[in-house]
Each structure stands twice: as structure tokens, then as C-alpha cells.
């Protein structure tokens, strides 16, 4: 790879962190020290040959020591260097870098790393402190369309918890507004909005004794829940897969309320939850 002898593509400078790619293990990022240019170099066939990472001006890096490197944990391509003067991210895999008046400004950083299971990247300064900063490459969301239909407890209605947000790898809870109390139900979980195997959605139940209610969401999965008088929160860990990101998935609550109609069940509004992270 490099004896800086008869192989020598690297400066011959201080190495101070090697990062594999988590998609292509034959590029491997090779940070180095001193008050040189070039100082992130990639290779893409496993060590090889080396390129240097560091951009150009005015969107390169500084000629400063790069103490450590991050990959963000969704985004191929999306890189944060640890400098002498600050952290620097780049989104196109080294090409071009920038950096913000946020966060520890134009301090040495020993160290950048995301957390376990997030999307929230820290860097340790020397003699600074630690800060942190959510990197967040897709906003997810949380959309209710659609109308309950009415039962014992009102019209029952989806709403996000204020306190989460659907990103990957976090649990979601979702409110379940004005059900019939001490009731089983369904959370109806839908890969679809508009089809619900050969029949075409939303679906008018009102031939089959629920009149007024519409079922929007292909009931591909049901999630048992008994509601109680207090607050009523359904809750799911969303799964820490890259391949989710930006997908989709529909929810309805379906619940038991005896006495409403002659089938004895309620629908609520839908929701549309989009992945990010």
C-alpha cells in the first residue's frame, strides 16, 4: 500500500486516521497531519492508487492537519473532517468542502463521530468543550388526510406525538385522539393509499354497517391497542435501515365501539408518515 519506498503513494506526513467506507470497502479515506495540502487522500481500489480528498479553492480545505473523519451514517458521499481550525463537511465525497459559524467555530477538533444509532455527529475540541449537531439529510413527516367517523368517544383522529418526529432508528408515537375508551382496536398499518389488494381505496364501508366511514389504508398489518380515559399514544421503533429513508407507509385506527353502528367499529382519519433521518 504505501512502505515510502518502491510503493509511496501517500505525503510522507503523520497518518492520523484511516476510515473504510461503509459501502465500498475498497475506498478507504486516509487523514494525515502537519501544515501541508493534500492532507485527506482516498483510494477507490483498495490502496492501490490514492487521490487527494482535500477540494479546491476557495471550496477546499485549509492546509491544516485533519484529525479525524465521519461518514454520515445514511448518505454515501457525506464527510466530516476534524481540523486544526474546525469541522468542515463535504457532500459530494471529498470534491468541495465547507463550514459554518455554528458550533465550535475556529477551534482545534481532536475528534468527530456520530452517535450510536443517529444521525447526530459530535466533535470533541481540544480544550473547548464537546458540541453536537443533527445531520439530518431527509425530513420526515407526519400528514393526516381523510375524516374519522363519528363514535362514543367523538371522532376518533391521528395526530404526532409532539415529542418525537419519524426518523429512522427513533421510536414514533403517534396520538390517538378522542377513541372509545376502555376498547380494543387496530392500528392499521398500509403499504398504500390508493389500493387495498384489487379494491381501489378510499373504501366507503357504509354497505357493510359502518356508515360513514372509509377506510384509506391498505390493511397489510394490524397493531393491537386497548384504549384507556387518559391519553392514548401508540408507539413503534422505526428500524435503522438506510433503505427506509424517504419511504413511506399509511396509518388508520380501527376501533371496537359497540352500539354505533350495527358492525360495532369506528375508523379514525389517516396519516401519511414519510422516513427521515
Known sequence: MDDNYSLNPLPNRYVTRIVIDRWDHNKVYVCLGGFKPDNVQVTTDGGKTFRDAT???????????????????????????????????????????????????????????????????????????????????????????????KGSGGTPSLALDPSTKPFLGEKLKVEI??????????????????????????????????????????????????????KNVWETRIPQNPVLLGSSFFLQYLSKDPGTNPRGLVLSNAAKVTLGG
Open 55 to 149: 477540494g479546491t479553492a476557495p471550496s477546499g480545505l485549509p492546509d491544516v492537519p485533519v484529525r479525524g473523519l465521519a461518514e454520515h451514517p445514511y448518505i454515501p458521499g457525506w464527510l466530516y473532517a476534524a481540523t486544526e481550525v474546525g469541522v468542515f463537511a463535504s457532500e459530494d465525497g471529498g470534491k468541495s468542502w465547507s463550514t459554518t459559524n455554528e458550533g465550535p467555530a475556529n477551534v482545534c477538533v481532536d475528534e468527530v463521530v456520530f452517535l450510536h444509532h443517529s444521525t447526530t455527529l459530535l466533535a470533541a475540541t481540544h480544550g473547548r468543550g464537546l458540541f453536537t449537531a443533527r445531520i439530518v439529510a431527509v425530513q420526515g413527516s407526519f400528514r393526516t388526510f381523510g375524516t374519522g367517523c
Open 177 to 230: 385522539l378522542h377513541p372509545p375508551v376502555w376498547q380494543y382496536g387496530w392500528m392499521i398499518l398500509g403499504a398504500s393509499n390508493s389500493q387495498a389488494g384489487p379494491v381501489p381505496l378510499p373504501l366507503d364501508l357504509g354497505a357493510v354497517g359502518m356508515a360513514g366511514c372509509k377506510l384509506y389504508v391498505s390493511p397489510d398489518f394490524l397493531s393491537l391497542y386497548f384504549s384507556n380515559p387518559v
